[in-house]
């Protein structure tokens, strides 16, 4: 029995140790994956470093950074002086652009936030600063590049104006036709520290994912609490919400980086959080499986501590849940070569139930056939087009999008 | 780094265009009118800190103290790195 468990073990470990571009051979793998997983269960980076080979070490903060997880790494490097020093030395440089760019993201937010309270809209920030230094405990812990801000969908026009004259930010996507068409739930803009800022009107980017949930934005903002953080006291999405959002964020976008396992991870660990609410409101919202797929999997990766009766409470969809758990333990990373079905894309292709899922599956499988030879360009939300009368058109469409979300939580 | 308060009597001062930040034993320096960051390591930090909350001989006295180091030597360092700190708009005199 001790034999099929470290097998077991050491297949979990060569998973996840196993980022796009590597030239390690599997034993390699296994052991980057070991220092990766000891990373967010909080278990003893150090002795699963020195257990690595050198070629495994050498690749070490190339796969930290594809999971998110280097500043974490680098913690209990710099917490334990002496304890692999050369490792250290070679996360330095990218830890030193890590905590610069921070900065300079929490400037800019500051620096927003004034002139965005005085105007009385609403808005909130998720991710990125709000993470680093609620749930974290430190500012210095957890990297983002850039700033997400969501704001209720009928107040969208105004606060974007807002944010070009009052706050000097340039706007990136300046694509009105195909934003209209697209109904884009975000739009790019540059602030003027240079720090890329996210711009929200829905949580769920896509449209036709958007429509599969019930997840809508003004009530969303309703139930925000005020975070005293380093750039202000800046409004975010309560504990309940914030939960629900890093598992919809992380099972949209594959699920695959360790990172987003171990925010969901650390707001769970954090004081207050309200589970019959979580649950409530994930089924309300339609966001079940996607919750219950993140949290089991944040469980078993990262040893993330979610009641068994929260888990039993997302127990539906049995074959999705199968299916996705297959694929975790076999390749929840794409392999280099893109293939169609991964963890990654069965992954994120989780909606409401296993029809859904299995119909957005076959969706992206089939969207990706179209489109491999169709690359290049540009992104075409950069090249102005469209007219006034597109961006109208849109403000338009996002409020009764976001009521027409409302309208599906009210009858279930 | 993060907290160190800056005093009126200090000699030198960090302008409000340059954020810092600790991390490890490293404090990081971010000029946002050059956009270029500098890292300072445990020693600088500790001599732009002093310098930028007492005035000069009280901070060389302090870091004399701290680093048992031949006074000439110690006020050479200093200079050399404030030269730096200053060409790079680090840090400006009061």
Known sequence: MAGVSTGRQASAEGVWGATPRSPLTAASRRQVGAVLRACVTDGDVRAAIVSCSPDAVDWIPAAAEYHGISMTLYRELAQRPGAASELHDAMRPVVLDHVATTMRVREDLRRLAGVLDRSGLLWAVVKGPVLAEAFYGDVRWRSYVDLDLVVDPRQFGPLLDLLQDGVGAHLVDVNWRLVRESRRGELNLLLPLGSTLDLHWTLVNARAVRSQFA???????????????????????????????LALHACLSGGYRLGWLLDIKRVVEAPGLDWDMVVRRARASRLDLVTGAMLARAQRVAGCPVPPDVLRAFGGAIAWRALLRSFEQLRPISSPYRLPLSGQSVTGSTRTNTWTSVAAAVELIATRRRTRSASGGGNPLHHA???AADRTAFLADIVADDASAAERVRHG | MDDVPQSADAAFVIPLTVLRQGVGEEVVLLNLQTEQYYSLDPVAARIVADLTRLPYDDAVASLHAEFEVDRARLEADIATLVDELLGTGLLQRR
Request: without cysteine.
């Open chain 1, 385 to 387: 087009e469209g007219s």
């Open chain 1, 215 to 245: 997840f809508p934005t003004a009530a969303l903002l309703e139930r925000t609490i005020r975070m005293p953080l380093s750039s202000g006291d800046i409004a975010t999405l309560d504990l309940a919400d914030t939960l629900l959002h």
